[in-house]
């Protein structure tokens, strides 16, 4: 693993790698820099999904409160640990603990306890990042007191209009930014990333957005491809790309990221693999270095979908298992078994 330096990637090169380069030639280079300072390694984080309950209403996503067809969930303190008793046998190195937003005491304190409780149970060894939304300073400090490392919270676009066009008057742009940098202040390692293929979103929008991402000094990027959910409002508007324009577009995202902040870590999500049944390799050739599987109990899965076609909803924790190695192996690359894998970003942002 080597440190590199955030890159100086201008405004007018961001928008060329984004619609005028050659794919391969982009991709190759952004590859060749994720080589130089991860190897060919790819980090795993287990994701467990741990509620879909949501206070919140955001235009396009398909636990919005609104949308009375989800049957809602919550896992309870004992199939968490269980889930994340999971990850750390099966040497995950790293969990993530998502839900939907409910930003009151009791979930605060819920969290709270079953960080204390993982930490009590399996020690300091494994990474675990939050990301359950906007919350007051206070909580996110006492999370990070009982054992949470890392946290993500998608801006979803750094342009405030367009912002406030997919999500209701009540959320505000400048409070998650707010959220963001109080989460930089505490000491997280601190993930963002956004939505790829809006309604009213172009290439110059996206420049932008790389170049928010680089300058809030954002340590973990998750971005994926806009997916219209059919029980959300969004949906009503027009898919303004076909299924291998937004695969494009979305792959020379995450190639740009990695040209703009090569020490960061950069998911290949899952959303990437709904949109092509290879599009998390692929995202890995074109320089990501972190897939994020699924460990949430399979009687939960079918549940958390914040849009429709999502992967892997059907399988079992093992199953994923063996077939994540597969396909990581396939692309010649090697899962970093059991290490946690914190973001050299992080590490030089600190230093
Ligand atoms: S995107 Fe997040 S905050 Fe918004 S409705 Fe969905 S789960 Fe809730």
Redesign the pocket.
Known sequence: MTTKKTAAADHASLVRMLRDEDFASLAARAYALKTEVWGKRVALRGLVEVSNV?A???L??G???GNAKTARYRMDEDEILAAVAWAAENRYGSVVLQS??TDDEPSALFFERVLRHIRAELGDGLGITLSL?ERHRDVYRRWLDAGANRYLLRIETSDPELFARIHPAEQSWRTRLECLRTLRDLGYVVGSGVMIGLPGQDVDSLARDIEFLRDEGVDMVGMGPYIAHPDTPLAAYAPRLEREQLLDLSLRMIAAVRLAIPDANIAATTALQAIDPEGREKGLLAGANVVMPNITPRKYRGDYL?YPGKPCTEEDSELCRGCLERRVKSIGEEIAWGERCDPVHFERRTR
């Open positions: 949501c919140r209403n955001c396009y996503c636990i919005r409160r939907g937003e939304g914040l």
